[in-house]
């Protein structure tokens, strides 16, 4: 696009940039190319990589908001498996290797955020709508902090055209992303240059850690009419792949915290050592070896019709689901038991953080020193959609569009079989080592009571039957009318409705052991498993590259073994049904909106304005002895034995002003501003929660209960967000841009304490003595927060078949209180290169992300520190329709690092290892 500079756009450049900045400061401005250059140059043919940097730079440099841009091609030239791969590329983006740190990182990334922020934060859209999403792990399904963001490991790259990531709002979008949004859009029919386009992959996986070659399987089809009036396109995919996981954890029991006063486990043992007084001690520390087989299989149908210029309708429908059966092993110490009546031979402590990082003590008979848990998981997650989208363009001047559909989430983890065993002994040690590597422990084991019994069972836990269910339906028009006047070039209006529910379906069964089991052990448990069920042992590499000093040759049973041991010794019978992590969220969400686009010499933008109604309807799971109640349901996690459903209704409206303005300030150089208003909706289970309170013994009424609760009288987060950019496309496929970004969030949301007056028994009165009694509930409260930061991008060819690209981003995000925020991520980079000819193409990526924290867990803040990781990928064309690629993913043989409220208290370290990709490509 030509643009003849204004002196309104030099003022405006001037000011954004100032006088003489560094960029610009050594050397003169470069006269503007002749035009006969300029043509020269937009005559050279560019494919392959280049050519996808050339479209996603055109589309980025013409957009009136700020959008990065990244084209199927440049994909398929990457190591890219799922879409998340591929945006960790773009500045601004952070990417996490799980939900939210429930289930601990994996080699592949999954959930996407913006600008340093949680990932609920960003908005995850397919083709412009909606998508409901799944999760595999049986904690992110149910537990704290289940959000809005998607999972990424459901969505492979094969399925994009395009994806694109809007950092500021427009009217015209779907509200939901406070920090941004990402819309995948897939490909169309009518799309191909061809009438018959056939592609296909064929190739392998191999993972070095669990040492197994895997199958990897998509295919393509799309047909398209002479008269491009009507296309379909059918498009296929099987990728599995085995993971292992070697991680030594250190976190607490059920119930307890990660640190726990060491007077609350011994208080002789302060009472022989003073200087032991308000010592930290660790709870339990495990070596844990995680292992899982993934297949990922779907695939998309559409069918787009053209019956004039002017009317295009497309039909779009995708599915993809993940089966992820896994199998956990956590052999550990537990400091909160062994400790109990032991006395200590040596120990250190840590006089900064006052947690006990050295001890070694002795028992005088033999006593349970540690717990080794089994948990084989058959699980799985699934995402689909169906959407009718279409344009017609009425006249010159007025043309409609719209889209309706519906998506379908699920999370499932069908059955759990778990075996907790005690471990016995007479000594124990263990040793922090700080953060940057895993602590070190030993037991001295004696026999348990049983003979032929290694390990005796302390319980069988477990939820089983969990089904989350997350559906979303919608229907949106559009309208958008041409107008010569003057600035105002169209005016585009529209309504949307939409209805979205996430739901536990079916009761929670949480299994215990089964009382009227046939054998019974010396503790009047079922008999545990017997010596010669340890029929498999932990890899002889297992922890290599965590440290040293820790467990490593165990012996565990097979899956079978364990499932066919729990078939008679565990029960899940109605009575231990698990309302705790029951829920429900439904809501109901109208919107319109007005927008003026605009346009003028050497600028365009758009000003408008939103207007959104939510309807929410959330399910709180009360305590009562009242059978009568409503949903009434017997369960042993609810005070008294019993609880009863309540819903509690909210409805609030929001008004949401955006203006953007993009400014031509050379024929080279675009300059962009925008302001808006954003809102993100809280998470399900922060809106959704069981109440529990602690016993209260007050008849008067007049003391403060405690307990816990979701909070249905939540706030979504309000955002004023604040953006500019400044982009100097100094040659063909190049660019350097520098902007900075501020998110003024009245209503975040937190841990916090809400007060509130409830109906509650006097345990110490008269029983069944009920008054009403205040209570200060842990719960999510919202408080003001902010993040500020800055974004830097570089991208060039160098000659014409080498390229570079860079980016940075600093994101500084607090609450009023100065507390970091949950997901926040402060400094991310990623450097990268390539290479390419017309048969041969080379690219190597590594990214890299500061501490990021995950928010409370077992008592403590946990952070996952930073870290990067390195891929590569080679490709060889033999000629237009067969290639081969090899792809690496995590070269660099990454460790993820957790650590709790201090970076020297360590509370997970894993190695998942490195995957390698071998595809052989067909195209016709």
């Known amino acids: 696009m030509k643009v003849k500079q204004t002196p309104i756009s030099q003022a405006v450049f001037i000011a954004l940039l100032g006088i003489g900045g560094a960029a610009t400061a050594q050397q003169a401005p470069a006269p503007a190319p002749a035009p006969a250059q300029a043509e020269q140059l937009e005559a050279v043919v560019v494919t392959g990589i280049r050519a996808s940097q050339e479209k996603s730079l055109n589309v980025k440099r013409n957009a009136d908001t700020h959008v990065d841009v990244i084209s199927a091609e440049d994909i398929g030239k990457m190591p890219d498996k799922n879409v998340a791969d591929s945006l960790a590329r773009i500045p601004g983006v952070t990417i996490l290797n799980s939900p939210s740190g429930g289930s601990g990182g994996f080699d592949e990334r999954d959930r996407v955020g913006l600008r340093g922020t949680n990932p609920s934060l960003t908005q995850t859209l397919l083709d412009g709508h909606a998508v409901a999403n799944g999760d595999w792990f049986v904690l992110d399904q149910t537990g704290a902090g289940v959000g809005r963001s998607v999972s990424f490991s459901l969505l492979p790259s094969e399925l994009v ?25 897939t490909r169309k029919p009518l799309d191909f240059s061809k009438s018959l386009t056939f592609e296909a992959g064929l190739g392998m996986v191999y993972a070095d850690l669990p040492k197994k070659n895997d199958p990897q399987v998509s295919a393509l089809f799309a047909y398209k009419n002479d008269a491009k009036t009507f296309g379909i396109l059918v498009q296929a995919f099987d990728e599995k792949r085995h993971l292992r996981r070697d991680g030594v954890e250190t976190m607490a029991h059920d119930g307890a915290k990660a640190l726990t006063p060491i007077e609350q486990l011994n208080p002789g043992l302060v009472a022989a050592n003073p200087a032991l007084a308000g010592a930290l001690v660790p709870n339990l520390m495990g070596s844990a070896y995680f292992t899982q087989e993934r297949e990922r299989k779907g695939g998309v149908v559409s069918v787009q019709v053209k019956p004039t210029k002017d009317v295009d309708l497309t039909l779009t429908g995708m599915s993809s689901k993940l089966d992820a059966d896994n199998y956990n092993r956590n052999y550990m110490l537990s400091n909160q038991w062994s400790m109990a009546n032991a006395t200590l031979a040596s120990y250190a402590i840590d006089p900064s953080t006052h947690i006990l990082t050295d001890a070694t003590y002795t028992s005088a008979k033999p006593a349970q020193i540690g717990v080794y848990d089994l948990i084989s998981r058959k699980a799985s997650a699934q995402t689909a959609f169906m959407n009718l989208e279409g344009s017609w363009k009425v006249n010159d001047t007025l043309k409609l569009s719209g889209n309706a559909g519906t998506s379908n989430g699920k999370g499932k983890t069908d059955t759990q079989n778990v075996f907790e065993g005690d471990i016995f002994g007479t000594a124990a040690s263990f040793n922090l080592h700080g953060g940057k590597q895993a602590p070190s422990f030993t037991m001295t084991t004696s026999p348990s009571a ?4 290694p390990f005796q069972l302390d319980w069988i836990f477990g939820d089983q039957n969990v089904v989350v269910q997350d559906k979303e339906t919608w229907a949106q028009v559009d309208a958008e009318y041409a107008l010569d006047a003057g600035v105002l070039r169209s005016l585009k209006f529209g309504l949307r409705n939409s209805e979205h529910k996430r739901y536990t379906d079916g009761p929670i069964i949480g299994q215990g052991p089964n009382w009227g089991a046939p054998v019974k052990g010396s503790n009047g448990l079922p008999i545990g498993l017997m010596s010669s069920d340890y029929t498999q042992s932990y890899p002889s590499n297992f922890g290599n590259g965590l440290g040293s000093g820790f467990p490593t040759n165990i012996q565990y049973p097979t899956e079978a073994t364990l499932a066919a041991y729990d078939a008679i010794n565990a029960v899940r019978p109605i009575g231990r049904r698990h309302v705790a992590n029951e829920y429900s969220v439904k809501e109901r969400v109208t919107a319109g909106y007005v927008q003026g686009n605009l346009e003028g010499e050497g600028w365009s933008g758009n000003v408008g304005l939103r207007l959104v109604n939510t309807k929410t309807s959330s399910l709180t799971w009360v305590p009562t002895k009242d059978t009568t109640m409503p949903g009434y349901a017997v369960s042993p996690w609810c ?3 019993g609880c009863y459903q309540s819903f509690r209704d909210n409805n609030y409206t929001d008004v949401l002003p955006s203006a953007s303005i993009r400014i031509d300030v050379t024929r080279n150089v675009v300059a962009r501003l925008a ?11 922060a809106l959704s929660a069981t109440q529990s309170t602690g016993t209260y013994s007050d008849p ?3 003391a403060v209960g405690t307990g816990a609760a979701g909070n249905p009288d939540l706030k979504p987060v309000r955002s004023t967000n604040f953006d500019a950019n400044v982009e100097w496309y100094f040659a063909p496929r190049a660019f350097v841009s520098v902007g900075a970004f501020h998110m003024e969030m009245g209503s975040y949301i937190i841990d916090g304490i809400k007060r509130a007056t409830l109906r509650t028994e006097v345990k110490n009165g008269v029983p069944n003595t009920f008054i009403n009694a205040p209570f ?15 974004e830097f991008a570089f991208e060039t060819p160098i000659a014409n078949n080498f390229g570079i690209n860079a980016n940075y981003t600093l994101a ?3 609450d009023e209180s100065g507390h970091v925020l949950r997901g926040s991520v402060k400094n991310t980079a990623n450097l990268g290169g390539f290479f390419e000819n017309d048969s041969f193409s080379a690219r190597v990526n590594y990214g890299y992300s500061s501490d990021n924290y995950l928010g409370r867990d077992r008592g403590t803040d946990y952070y996952q520190a930073g870290g990067g990781v390195l891929s590569a990928s080679l490709g060889y064309k033999l000629n237009d329709h067969f290639a081969v690629s090899l792809d690496a993913q995590n070269l660099n043989d990454p460790v993820l690092k957790y650590y709790g409220d201090y970076k020297s208290e360590p509370r997970a370290i894993y190695k998942n290892g490195r995957q390698f990709y071998l595809t052989a490509r067909v195209k016709y």
């Open 812 to 814: 500084d995000g607090h």
């Open 675 to 685: 302001l808006s208003r954003t809102l993100t909706r809280p998470d399900y289970t």
């Open 639 to 641: 005070d008294g034995g």
């Open 450 to 453: 049983d003979p032929g019994v």
């Open 161 to 185: 055209s395009r994806v694109e990531v809007h950092k500021n709002a427009q009217a015209s979008d779907t509200e939901g992303g406070t920090a941004g949004a990402v819309n995948i859009i």
């Open 700 to 702: 008067t009424g007049q």
């Open 776 to 790: 200060d509930l842990t719960t999510q409260v919202n408080k003001a927060a902010s993040v500020t930061g800055l």
